[in-house]
């Protein structure tokens, strides 16, 4: 069996390499192409629905709230300074404390193990880490049913001689919501 696997595959890499040149063993002349500026195709857009439009990346105060395709909803409230813990990651460390609301207004269940988010706070951008202590729950990863809600407390690291905070939240493959402001 392995002996006639064998030489299949050498008459078939036989068989693509004599197709590479002709018979005098010189390879076939190269041939150019060019199209002129009335021949080229144009690219369209792809067609969307007004619903499509609107979920386009969002740029937010940070209390706004942002909707993404098929009515989900995400906002994000109650900042307030803290520094986490010496056993938190990372440790000993300022940020913003913020709750987080992800609502589905879908008519199906949500995988929110897909939803991102990311930090950045100062000028210029300089990123931020999420903070993991005790009190903060971090992005909920579960599956979130048609008309529920659910809500988690946050963190992301926030020098305290900063106030510029700017969070990116991204469900799965969509454009983003960037929330950004001033936290005091």
């Excluded at 299949?8 to 010189?26: F, I, S």
């Amino acid at each position: 069996m392995q002996a006639r696997t064998a030489l299949v595959t050498a008459v078939a890499l036989a068989a693509a390499l004599t197709a590479c040149g002709d018979d005098n063993g010189r390879p076939p002349p190269a041939t150019e192409t060019v199209t002129s500026p009335e021949e080229t195709p144009r690219q369209t857009e792809p067609e969307t629905s007004p619903e499509a439009e609107e979920t386009g990346e969002q740029t937010l105060s940070l209390t706004e709230t942002a909707t993404f395709q098929d009515n989900i909803q995400v906002s994000l409230s109650s900042f307030t300074r803290a520094v986490s813990s010496g056993t938190a990651s990372p440790a000993n460390t300022p940020y913003a404390r913020f709750t987080i609301k992800i609502t589905n207004g879908a008519d199906r269940t949500i995988d929110l193990n897909v939803l991102t988010l990311q930090c950045l706070y100062g000028d210029p951008g300089m990123k931020g880490d999420q903070i993991s202590d005790e009190g903060l729950e971090g992005i909920p990863t579960t599956h979130l049913l048609p008309d529920r809600s659910i809500t988690a407390q946050l963190g992301c690291e926030l020098p305290r001689n900063e106030t510029y905070l700017q969070i990116e939240i991204a469900p799965g493959l969509a454009d983003p919501a960037i929330f950004a402001g001033t936290v005091k």
